[in-house]
């Protein structure tokens, strides 16, 4: 069975500390932003050094570690990559690509190995922090309390305040965990948190998040409860019939995001191609320099150097943002070889046979894996994703010990047997 350590303070600490310092502690607008950054550029070597160790292991039997490794290597390269063809500095490589190599906090966890149930705790800790940094910045809205665009202020063309504050994830993973534990009980106190856990979820405005978490979380529903399918269909065949009756007023959050839909589906309808199909378009085929950075990527550019200067005319004149296109920001910044690592990693979690108790972690990465189309959501949700994989990655050992466990007693079985046979 896999075998888990009992953590130390300093990992009990870092296992908290690290997420926050990689948020910048929340970009919370009281604290010197110079000052949180220089915090992290520290943590993160520091946490370098002490996994360094699994960084350079061998990864024999592991489903997703050989490949995070990869991912944080390819990260590293990039740095020399965004030197040799835009002319960026490493000093300024370093500290734009630093929260991408967060992804490091796998190894951490791998290295100190936590008990599950006590990262279930970590996870839900988490998720309530997010929940009341994002409620005080509604309370305080449009005072900015949280966030990163302190000159444009808070949007709320959406219907309600969009806050821009690190952590979401822990708020997706945590309703699909909350789903997760009321198909295993059937206690109807998740039923109560999952559906405020998804009212969280749509106050969010973000359509592709709400879509797919519910799609996904519908999905977990209907493959556990078979009953679950004759109430759908009722419940859909009732919304069919009453369509035309039913009216939800324009300046409702609903009722913007269905307009900001509707609005763009008719501008495609009149020929005007979708902006984010035209970003895809764009930074596959024309963003990349040679062959070179096609298939190792760019590298991740910073507003002070010329290639962070080519970024922000794109920004400004074309309209083209890369943090709207996931995979193609993936291309663009770690090339073909960065796509084939994700792709490898979500075609791993797709086939993977997880136990019930931990689908959570499953489901999390089925999410990112459609919501990551239409948002930079892999750079984002970097935290989240590392927790997730080392969960996956625990499952896979526990099932190939419990196999090997199986194999070797039905060896010495059989062996036994034969020996009984030949005495008699």
Known sequence: MYK?????KFSKFWIIFFPIASYFFYRYVGFNEQLCKAIYFVVLPITVLFVFSELIGKYKNKLYAGLVRNIFMLMCFSML????FWGQGFDLSYRVTAVYLAIVFFFFLMKT????IYLEKIIWFFGILYLMIW???LFKAPELVFGLDLKNGIDDSRGVFRLEVSGRAFLIVCFFMSLNKYTESKKSIWIGIFILLFIAIVMQVIRQIIAFSFLIGLYHLLKSNKYLWIWMGLAGIIIIFSINNI???DKSVIGKLIALSEDQFIQQKHGDE????TEYRYFFTKYSKNIVTDLFGNGVPHTESPYGEKETRLQNLKDLYSSDVGYADIFMRFGLLGLFFYGLIFFRVIKQKVPQKYMYAKLFILYLIFANVAASWVFQDTIVICICLYILESCHENRQETFLFQYKRNEIFHRNTRIQSNLS
């Open 4 to 8: 888990y350590n009992i953590l130390n």
């Open 274 to 277: 979708d902006i984010r199909t």
């Open 135 to 137: 409620i005080y910045g």
């Open 247 to 249: 009216t939800i007023k």
């Open 113 to 116: 190995k936590p008990d599950l």
């Open 81 to 84: 990559m965004a030197y040799s």
